[in-house]
């Protein structure tokens, strides 16, 4: 057909390609099919067109149908008319086209790039027992949520579809500001604070809008694989600085480092280790970031579940709000695919953040902030966090009993004072490494402590998630890892009966 | 008290604070009352605490309650016990608490905030008449929709309601998938989808994985501004290559110029000018991307639109996908506040976008997702749009209506062949500064093309969205604009009664 395109010889070829039978109109059909080989270049730049009564007569189509099918492909730059003679082919650039798309191993990601592929490795699609920072969906009560959202979709104000740069839903704000002053001892008024799309989205807001790429964060280590991906595609340099007892501690930062601009710490519960930050340390730390000029990031993630006491006061409320960017998120207390979270931002800082969020990542979901406001309002939130605190405490206790075995034999557990998580502490990575193995044999998932560290690791681990999955299960993991880990414990080969099933 | 803290004078003080009427428990009353005075000094380090049955007695509540109270303070670090002498108050480092908050002028953003922070003047928060981008929210199917919500959260696996690594909904991938190719001419399986939370998210994944800081992108000139916020916020050299009347001319890129990494188009219409980047001008671009090895987005926001032919077919499936990375957004089609987009990838890249959106932003909102996979699969979302697209051409012939006297007098409009706005083409800057300020005024927000330029403007033009406004709203604003313009290409001052009430 490339050389020879005699009308009568396209229009045979038509003929097989166009038929009122098909699914697409006839001009639609029409228009691809010339449109496929003008760009295959089986018809070639020059190559007149058959007239279109011509056309319409060989194929027995409607002479509009023709003319409407010339007039896209004309549009398109795909044929060109000559004055009183007809269309022609028109004359396109020559590309071997379609081009075979590169291997995999061809493709060049940018150094940020590989670096952040390099973080996924990790990822799970797992959240059976063990996996840390799962709430227990099985408890949550859907059919009130539903209810709520249901109203709230129904009621919408039109404009809540549309873009805004509110900072999120005035009605959530009151409602979260609250809370946050009655329950984490925070001190905020409404306008301080912006919805943001999860935890996520509020570091890659401090990020922007605070520092440049290679200024330095200081990182609790270890620490919070989120925050520390968020620190890293924004090109910051993360100094890790060691946790203690008393969480993390600045005189056991390397020195010599430049100055800070940002120092992320969890002091209600550091992720993973689980110890809470004493005032003393606090205020010690509340100094240090001064002294440096920093901004700190309060990351209060699951801080509500606490045991033994009232959830312990916000940093946030001790600092007088001077330097310091509380973080918060639903996804722990809620549900992590409500994609919910926000900044309490000191004063200065409030507008500038509103309006860079509408800018850099769009507002939305102002049906389900209004269902959650009134969640909140309500006092079913805090009914839930109530329920919720209950039931985990009691999971921890399922998983530390299905553990007794191990723990009298020397297992160490974290004090479990708080929050979804223990941490057992293992004797060295080589105990580490061998137990995440057999657990994989068995068809769990483990979370192995070195996952936290960014530098060399110096403790050995593991984060035991137990807030996500029912007793039963937990039971059943718990008994398992407390048999592997006494065999590795006792030198002894693993049992056969290891084998666990879900 | 500081310095005379007896302890008849701490039970009477404290007395005025604790009462069983209050809205705390008398632990928390008692805890939080001290604390706040050792904090603010008023308590000072070393002085001791009444025993736990003086304290009991004197404010008549129980002793388990002291107790509990001094335990927290002492688990806080606040108070410490001194071995058979009772409970003292805890040294803590000296800081002037609360801190006042820093005076606006005295926060330092980073160069990266700043820029981005410049960019946020032009944020509005009014979409009446002329808003550009805005879809006809009063025209969306609400009752509908909110059905599909309801009965797909409740039908919802918990699951859903996890962390997710997928890349969005299967279902929805598939229904998307399908419409792409039939609708768009887009070449691709769902494995090559990644489902986002708007297309803002679409760009930074895109500048995260494949660019460095500092790296050049090419973007069109003038331009869409969120495509340039999110290449600025990267750290990207933004280059602006012209437009032309058949879209980016790459034969106009400022030479010399290093190679890009990003070519950034919006071929089918380009925003805002409205012009379709015809065949040739397609096969050139992607013979230069490939030249450089540059990757090119395609960015087809409202191509849906198209009221002249069917909507025009995608580069991305000219090029047999190699080398085009395809964006596509909800925020148009359906409303903004949903916060859904897609990429459509080339294969090698797939599975990497999947993992570091997992990871670098979190996935969720899968029951919308669901919802939505339905509207697509059931032909709903087709109807809805030809619906639009009925209505949109008629809001367009209502604009062209209200705006005929000027446009007889001179006045140049774009085709409106496609889209959700026109381009009204002014004389020069003056004018177009002249009749936003007579607008704002009048109360009426123009959007000046002069905003979308990058570099010097080298058109003056306004860009009036007319999707989403009823069509009494749009006649009433279109006619002011008529008026003014007259005025003012006529030279004579504008008439008062130009002003103009929503």
Redesign the interface.
């Known amino acids: 057909m490339r050389r020879a395109a005699s009308s009568e010889w396209l229009i045979d070829a038509l003929a097989l390609r166009v038929s009122a039978s098909g699914d697409m109109t006839l ?2 059909q029409l228009y691809s099919t010339l ?1 496929t080989w003008i ?1 295959h270049g089986e018809l070639e730049a020059g190559v007149p067109l058959p007239s279109s009564r011509h056309l319409s007569q060989a194929l027995s189509i409607s002479r509009n149908t023709v003319l ?1 099918a010339m ?2 492909l004309q ?4 044929i060109v008319s000559r004055r009183g003679a007809g269309l022609y082919v ?4 020559t ?1 071997p ?8 191993a ?2 060049e ?5 590989q670096a ?2 390099d ?2 490795a990790t ?1 799970s ?1 797992h ?1 059976h027992a063990f996996a840390p920072g ?1 709430p227990g ?2 408890l ?1 009560p ?1 059919a009130q949520w ?1 209810r709520l ?2 109203r709230h ?2 009621q ?1 104000d ?9 900072g999120g839903l005035p009605a959530l704000k009151d409602a979260l500001c609250d809370y946050l002053t009655l329950s984490r ?1 925070v ?1 905020c008024r409404p306008e301080q604070i912006v919805i943001t ?2 935890a ?2 509020a570091f890659e807001l401090i990020v ?6 290679g ?1 330095s964060v200081w990182m609790e280590e270890p620490g919070y694989g989120g925050a520390q ?2 620190f890293q ?1 924004a ?1 910051l340099t993360v100094t890790p600085v060691p946790v203690d007892e008393e969480g993390m501690n600045p005189a056991l930062c390397p020195a010599p480092t430049s100055s800070p ?1 940002l120092i992320y710490v969890t002091p209600s519960h550091q992720y993973p280790c689980g110890v ?1 930050m ?4 606090r ?2 730390l ?2 240090c970031a ?1 002294r440096h000029g920093a901004w700190i990031i309060e990351d209060d993630y699951d801080s509500e579940f606490r045991y ?3 959830p ?2 916000s940093l946030q409320g ?6 310091v960017i509380y973080v918060g998120t639903f ?1 722990k207390v809620l ?5 919910l979270g926000y900044l309490v931002l ?4 409030a507008d ?1 953040f509103r ?2 969020h ?10 389900v902030q209004s269902a959650l406001a009134e969640f909140i309002a309500k006092g079913l939130f805090s009914r839930h966090i109530a329920r919720m605190r209950a039931s985990y405490r009691q999971r921890q206790a399922c998983l530390r009993n299905a553990l007794s075995p191990a723990i009298e034999k020397g297992l160490t557990l974290s004090s479990g004072h708080a929050g979804m998580h223990l941490l057992a502490e293992l004797d060295n990575q080589t105990q580490e490494q061998r137990l995440i193995e057999l657990a994989h044999q068995a068809g769990i998932t483990l979370s192995p402590l070195s996952r936290y560290y960014l530098g060399q690791p110096q403790r050995a681990g593991l984060v035991l998630g137990y807030a ?1 999955a029912p007793e039963d299960e937990l039971h059943r993991a718990g008994r398992w890892l407390s048999q592997a880990w006494l065999s590795l414990h006792e030198g002894r080969k693993p049992h056969a009966k290891l084998v666990y099933c879900p």
Request: a positive charge; glycine letters at 6%.
């Open positions: 001009v639609y449109r760009q409407a007039d896209r549009a398109e730059g795909l028109a004359k396109l650039p590309m086209l379609p081009v075979d798309p590169p291997a995999t061809l493709v990601y940018s150094a940020r790039g952040l592929l973080r996924c990822l699609q959240y799962i969906l099985d949550f859907h539903q959202l249901r979709f129904h919408a039109t404009a809540w579809f549309s873009y805004q740069s509110l001892a001190r799309q999860g996520q989205q922007q809008l605070l520092t440049d790429s200024e991906t968020a595609a090109g601009r809470t004493p005032v003393p340390r205020l010690a509340l100094e001064a033994d006491t009232p312990v006061p001790l600092a007088g709000q001077a330097a996804s549900y992590p695919g409500l994609r000191p004063d200065p800082l500038a309006l860079a509408a800018r850099l990542h769009r507002e939305g979901n102002y049906p996500g």
